[in-house]
């Protein structure tokens, strides 16, 4: 692999971090801030911390999509399909957590395979943006 490749994935997975922590900031602000509201005489130290903690998914939701771009890119792929790779798995992910979510719902047949293609389709938005903004 080039030394372009790797900047051009460097740069990528620089963008994809920086957009994961600003999206879960937002997310613990908002969580600050509704606490606040709902329990005005908690402190905001607890509520902070309390946020910080809920709003981690939004961090470690990104990690995967993240780790295959890395893998990826260090098996010679162009980050432009890594980043497909990436989207993809987080298409499979997000089918796989509705296939969850259905069995701990107790869901059977059109049920849970409505739960697992619902979830996949937020996936599926992602890949059609990408095709659009690109």
Same mark, same amino acid.
């Given at each position: 692999m080039t030394s372009s490749h790797e900047a051009q994935a460097y740069r990528v997975l620089v963008a994809a971090g920086v957009t @994961? *922590? *600003?999206y879960y900031l937002a997310? *613990?602000?908002?969580g600050v &801030?509704?606490?606040r509201l709902a329990h005005p /005489? &908690?402190?905001f130290l607890r509520d902070l911390r309390k946020s910080t903690r809920h709003e981690s998914s939004v961090l470690l939701g990104g990690l995967p999509a993240m780790l295959v771009v890395v893998?990826?890119?260090l098996f010679g792929v162009s980050t432009? *399909?890594?980043v497909d790779l990436a989207l993809w798995t987080t298409v499979g992910l997000l089918g796989l957590l509705?296939? +969850?979510v259905g069995r701990a719902s107790r869901a059977t047949g059109w049920r849970l395979a409505a739960e697992v293609v619902g979830a996949a @389709? +937020?996936? /599926?938005i992602l890949v059609v943006l990408k095709s659009v903004l690109h």
């Open positions: @994961l *922590v *600003v997310h *613990v602000f908002t &801030e509704s606490a /005489m &908690e402190t893998v990826a890119v432009s *399909v890594a509705g296939w +969850f @389709l +937020f996936g /599926m």
